[in-house]
C-alpha cells in the first residue's frame, strides 16, 4: 500500500503547475528554500489525509465549492501570468547570488500559500483523486496509503527546491529567466483557460 500511495500521488504531483514553477524559481534564486518547500510539502500532506479519510466522498455532493475554488485559482493564474509577462520586459538585471530586495518572510509566505492554496488542482488531485482511492482501504493500509503519499509529496518539493540550485549557472544568463518567465506565462494562462472550459 505504502508504494501504491507514493506512485499515485507522485504522478499526479509532477505535472507542471504554478506551484512547481513557484518553487523551482525560489530554489534558483535560494530565496527562503526551506520555508517554501516546507510549506508547500505540509499543505499538500494534510490535503492528503484529509482527503482519504473521507472528507473526499463528502464534497462529491457539493460540487459548488469546487466551482468556488476553480474561479478563484482562474483569477490568482491570470494574474501570476500578467506578473510573469511584466518580468520579461523589467530592464533590471536579475541575479541568483547577491539579489539586491529578495522578498521578504511575510511576502514569501503569503505568496507561497496562495499558489498552494487558490490552485484548483490542489484540491483536484489531494483530496478528491487520492482520497477517493485512499478511502478505499481500512485501517492499516489506509494508514500505509496516506504515508506513501505523502512521502511522494515530500521527496517531490524537497528535491525540486534543492535540486534547482544544479540548474544556477545557465540562470545567471538574464535571457534564461526571461525565458523562464515567458514559458510562466504560458503555463498560467494554459491552465487558467482548461478551467474556465471546464466551468
Known sequence: MFIQGFLVSFGLIVAIGAQNIYVLKKGLLKEYTLLIASIC???DALLIIVGVKGVGKILEFY????IYITWFGIIFLVLYGLLAIKNIFTTQKMKIVAK???N???QTLATTLAISL????????TMMLIGSIGSRFK???QNLFILGAVSASFVWFFSLAYGSRILIPMFKNPI???LLDAFTAFI???IALNFYKST
Open 41 to 43: 510539502f505540509i499543505l
Open 63 to 66: 460540487p459548488s465549492f469546487f
Open 100 to 102: 539586491k530586495e529578495p
Open 104 to 106: 521578504n518572510f511575510l
Open 118 to 125: 487558490l490552485n484548483p488542482h490542489v484540491y483536484l488531485d
Open 139 to 141: 485501517g492499516y493500509e
Open 176 to 178: 534564461t529567466w526571461k
Open 188 to 190: 498560467m494562462f494554459y
